[in-house]
């Protein structure tokens, strides 16, 4: 019995040795991508974030046939989310208030045309999860629910690299592979196989932020679509008001 009692004993410790262990690894990793994008009082004061860009979006049956809009895109604590498109043919923006999310097709030429739906629950978690993800830089999703799990080493386009999935839910999942020299993120990949790189640098705040952000996503049809967003501005802390996040009145006053 007290044999029995000390190898439950000796088992349990060698169990809590191991995850100290992977928790030690995965917050020096965390720590160490957090200080390649910015020193920590930067980053603790983050409160918005506003891009300005292109959005290019590559047909998948013709590389050679391209689309472009102009894009802003605004996150701000807490989990609020816009993100507008406009191209020649249609003004597309979706966005996150809270617990509630929407999406409005317009006409560019006719502000009396256009389509409003209300988003359902995936989508709005979604959409949380990407705001939480644009504005945290990597730490405390534990306090959402969710959970940050070290993956172990990984060799990423020949650089070493440590893998890092940031699960906000089983079907919401955003692995990411940091070069483990400097913390720079190397790669990112969803749980649907969508797959990210950022390039170029550019400053703001004192934080780095990519100057290009390549999104490759696999169709149902087995295509591959290719979106890039090339930003051309990006403000830290501006203050934006709520009417800017809420769904849209159906219809004028």
């Known amino acids: ?6 190898r439950s004993a000796t088992a349990a410790t060698a169990a809590l040795v191991l995850t100290l262990a992977a928790t030690a ?40 046939k391209q689309s472009r809009a102009a894009v802003e895109i605004f996150f701000q604590a807490a989990d609020q989310q816009r993100i507008k498109a ?21 006409d560019p030429a006719d502000a009396s045309k256009w389509q409003q ?10 959409l949380r999860a990407t705001t939480w993800e ?10 959402r629910g969710g959970r940050i799990e070290e993956q172990g080493a990984a060799t990423i386009d020949g650089i070493a690299c440590q893998k890092v999935a940031f699960i906000h839910a089983p079907n919401i ?27 170029g640098e550019q400053v703001a705040g004192g934080i780095r ?3 290009t952000l390549v999104q490759t996503t696999k169709l149902p049809n087995g295509l591959l679509q ?28």
């Open 25 to 64: 690894a995965e917050t020096a990793i965390i720590a160490k991508a957090r200080a390649h994008l910015g020193p920590e009082a930067a980053l603790n004061g983050v409160k918005s974030i506003h891009f300005v860009g292109t959005l290019i979006t590559v047909d998948p049956t013709d590389a050679t």
């Open 117 to 126: 739906t209300l988003l359902v629950a995936d989508q709005i978690k979604r």
């Open 173 to 199: 999942i955003f692995t990411r592979f940091f070069e483990a020299a400097t913390g720079r993120l190397v790669y990112t990949e969803t749980e649907s196989g969508a797959t990210m790189r950022e390039s």
């Open 209 to 211: 932020f990519p100057k």
């Open 86 to 106: 406009t191209s020649d043919k249609i003004i597309e923006i979706t966005a996150l208030n809270g617990y509630d999310a929407w999406t409005r097709l317009q």
């Open 1 to 6: 019995m007290i044999s029995s009692l000390l």
């Open 226 to 253: 290719t979106v890039t967003l090339n930003f051309e501005k990006v403000t830290v802390n501006e203050v934006f008001p709520g009417s800017l996040f809420q769904v849209p009145a159906l219809s004028p006053k």
């Open 134 to 143: 644009n504005l945290a830089f990597y730490r405390g999703l534990e306090r």
